[in-house]
């Protein structure tokens, strides 16, 4: 079955710096990768993702590229704010999102 | 309008004995997830309906897990006999159920702790 690794696992940021947190997935035939950011007591929330036939995509601050060839994906924040403090998770599936395989998670912490 | 929720927010319970997660999905959403995140760890896909139908339980771990949804909207995940490796939060996700929009939207989840 499919498995996905995130890295790193934690990652602090100075305000205003960039982060960029790295997945690699291992079954070719996942073809939808979401991002999810995950807040305190709460469930994680999609903010950004990506199908196999797109190579990058952008919405404001945050951008997800992906490599089929090489089975990478990454999520690329900027601007970085102290809101965007959270654990982010990536995830892969096949045949469109319902079965999904999550990644362990980074912690992102942003100092103001 | 109203997210997924789930009820309880919080259930502790002692090894061995029976428990019911509950979950409402957003209305008109007909696929609907069940995940257990264990602590530092990435949401863990346990099963999902389509409609009334399970559609994928391959994540179910034995047996002592069955989840129903009887009436294609509400879903009850229960537990049999169970143990302290069962402790973690079981979050509930639904969606619109097509390939070209599915975008899953969680509730916030039951923290279940067996002594």
């Known amino acids: 079955g499919e498995n996905v690794e995130q890295h790193p696992s934690t990652l602090s940021v100075q305000e205003g710096d960039s982060a960029v947190i790295k997945c690699t997935y291992s079954?070719?035939?996942?073809?939808?990768f979401p991002w999810y950011k995950q807040e305190l007591g709460k469930g994680p929330q999609l903010i950004i993702d990506?199908?196999?036939?797109?190579g990058e995509k952008k919405d404001q601050r945050i951008a997800v590229t992906l490599n089929k060839t090489a089975k990478h994906f990454s999520l690329h924040i900027t601007e970085t704010q102290p809101e965007d403090s959270a654990v982010y998770f990536c995830a892969a599936s096949i045949f469109g999102g319902f079965k999904t395989i999550f990644g362990a998670g980074t912690r992102l912490f942003v100092k103001a | 309008g109203a997210g997924v929720s789930q009820t309880p927010s919080n259930k502790v319970t002692e090894k061995g004995k029976y428990v019911e997660l509950r979950c409402d999905p957003i209305s008109g959403h007909t696929a609907l997830y069940w995940y257990r995140q264990s602590l530092g760890q990435g949401p863990e896909f346990l099963i999902y309906?389509?409609?009334?139908?399970?559609?994928?339980d391959s994540g179910l771990p034995n047996d002592r897990f069955f989840a129903v949804r009887p009436e294609g909207s509400v879903s009850t995940l229960k537990i049999q006999r169970t143990e302290r490796g069962d402790s973690a939060v079981y979050l509930c996700a639904s969606s619109l159920g097509t390939s070209r929009d599915n975008e899953q939207f969680f509730g916030p989840g039951t923290r279940l702790t067996v002594l």
């Open positions: 990506i199908r196999s036939n797109v």
């Open positions: 079954d070719s035939a996942s073809n939808y």
């Open positions: 309906f389509q409609g009334t139908g399970a559609a994928d």
